[in-house]
């Protein structure tokens, strides 16, 4: 069974810092990829950025990069320079690249706030 | 080009009846997915339809739950005799891609069910 585990309920980072999201998840699958996800109080969910498993280098979308450290089983988002806007709910994700559609296991989420 | 719809945005219901909730994936995607989310809560995986595979059902919470989906096209997910810890938003999603690489997932809107 996959799981994935986000230990920061919330978080608050000034405009225009960096933040990082935890993320930390398990599985004996040798093949599987991590998502995360955006919610914004409106509710959709907005796919940010995507790790395989056997990427050999950590994925940068824009201002998120994720710090893939597969030993550790950890995928930590990272946000640079924040906006007022990425105030929101953000989810990680993990889903097993099994050669068939894959669903998905998420965390529990961390509320990120930002503020002035 | 139109995104993940689902309908109705809202339903309210009394306990013990049945419902329906209605989602439309975007064109050509062979995946679709249902997933719940408690208020607060991260999303829980319910289903998903693969092409002409058998569906994995294996996220349903009880017999009370189904689903169907018309080849590559519509899905509906019935609850029925609805319970009130089945007040949830039920997300769907719908990917192109399968198994190995991204499979990015893409959200509609949901349906925020609301049993009294």
């Known amino acids: 069974a996959q799981k994935i585990t986000q230990t920061q309920p919330g978080m608050f980072v000034q405009e225009k810092e960096a933040v990082t999201l935890d993320c930390t998840y398990d599985t004996s699958d040798p093949s599987y990829g991590l998502f995360w996800y955006k919610q914004p109080s409106s509710g959709e969910m907005i796919f940010l950025i995507y790790q395989g498993s056997y990427d050999q280098q950590n994925a940068t979308e824009g201002r998120y990069s994720l710090n893939f450290q597969k030993a550790r089983k950890s995928a930590n988002l990272v946000i640079s320079a924040s906006q007022l806007g990425d105030s929101a709910m953000y989810f990680c994700a993990m889903g097993l690249n099994t050669g068939t559609a894959s669903k998905l296991t998420f965390g529990t989420g961390t509320r990120l706030q930002v503020t002035l | 080009g139109a995104g993940v719809s689902q309908s109705p945005s809202n339903k309210v219901t009394e306990k013990g009846k049945d419902v329906e909730l209605r989602c439309d994936p975007i064109s050509g995607h062979t995946a679709l997915y249902w997933y719940r989310q408690r208020l607060g809560q991260g999303l829980e995986f319910l289903i998903y339809f693969q092409g002409n595979s058998a569906p994995d059902k294996s996220g349903l919470p009880s017999d009370r739950f189904s689903a169907e989906r018309t080849g590559e096209s519509v899905s509906t997910l019935t609850i029925q005799r609805t319970q009130q810890e089945d007040s949830a938003v039920y997300l769907c999603?719908?990917?192109?891609?399968?198994?190995?690489?991204?499979?990015?997932?893409?959200f509609g809107p949901g349906t925020r069910l609301t049993v009294l």
């Open positions: 999603a719908s990917s192109t891609r399968q198994g190995y690489g991204s499979n990015e997932q893409f």
